[in-house]
């Protein structure tokens, strides 16, 4: 069965220093999400692709944080700098529902847990 | 913002008995879903429902869905201790079509 994949799945980081997410959407998915997760709390949705283009990046703190999805099918996420709350669970999901469509089923990767010291 | 609420937050029951967890919404939706997270891990799709339906089987999951309350539960019957995680109701407002996400029901199965 299909599973979107991430990378690393755990990241260790000193405050100030730059780190990167990777994520592989399952292969046909147009639509990829980024979310944030802090311990205890539901997903936050941080951005989302559909193929290339961004289509919400509205709790994206722009200062620091960045997306690219330049091929339309793996997407990295970056921090620079870390801050010590950005420690999290970060997630990547992928979907067949387009932007402005009615949410279908989400499947996530098994995330990236950041520890930023 | 938080669309969805879980309650309880945490529930500890034996196993062979059931779980009951409830989600409360405030906006009209398309659909609700329900996912599992196992600690430290991704969400995993458990049921979804739409807003013309009222139940939903999958298993030993049931799902019901009152609109007219903007509530919904899920049951899961016979517990084992694999069903230990914690549970998300995902809401699918009708007005933005993103998908909103409560901050969940942590369930122990104790053996």
């Known amino acids: 069965e299909a599973e979107v994949a991430q990378s690393p799945r755990y990241k260790i980081t000193e405050k100030s220093q730059a780190v990167a997410f990777w994520c592989d959407p399952i292969?046909?998915?147009?639509?990829l999400y980024w979310y944030r997760q802090i311990l205890g709390q539901g997903p936050e949705l941080l951005v989302q692709f559909q193929d290339e283009s961004v289509v919400d990046d509205s709790q994206l703190p722009k200062d620091r944080f960045s997306a690219e999805r330049l091929k339309g099918v793996d997407s990295t996420l970056k921090i620079q700098p870390a801050e010590l709350g950005d420690s999290a669970m970060y997630l990547c999901a992928s979907s067949l529902a387009l932007h402005g469509e009615v949410q279908e089923t989400q499947y996530f990767g098994p995330g990236t847990r950041l520890l930023v010291l | 913002s938080q669309q969805g609420e879980e309650d309880p937050q945490a529930l500890s029951i034996q196993e062979g008995e059931n779980a009951t967890m409830n989600c409360s919404y405030k906006?009209?939706?398309?659909?609700l879903q329900w996912y599992r997270q196992n600690s430290g891990r991704g969400l995993v799709h458990l049921i979804l429902i739409r807003s013309n339906e009222r139940e939903k089987h999958s298993g030993r999951l049931r799902v019901t869905l009152d609109t007219s309350k903007k509530s919904s539960s899920l049951l899961i019957t016979a517990s084992r201790a694999a069903d230990t995680a914690s549970y998300f109701c995902a809401t699918d407002a009708d007005s933005n079509y993103q998908l909103i996400w409560g901050a969940g029901t942590k369930l122990i199965i104790k053996p």
């Open positions: 906006t009209s939706i398309n659909n």
């Open positions: 292969s046909g998915h147009a639509t």
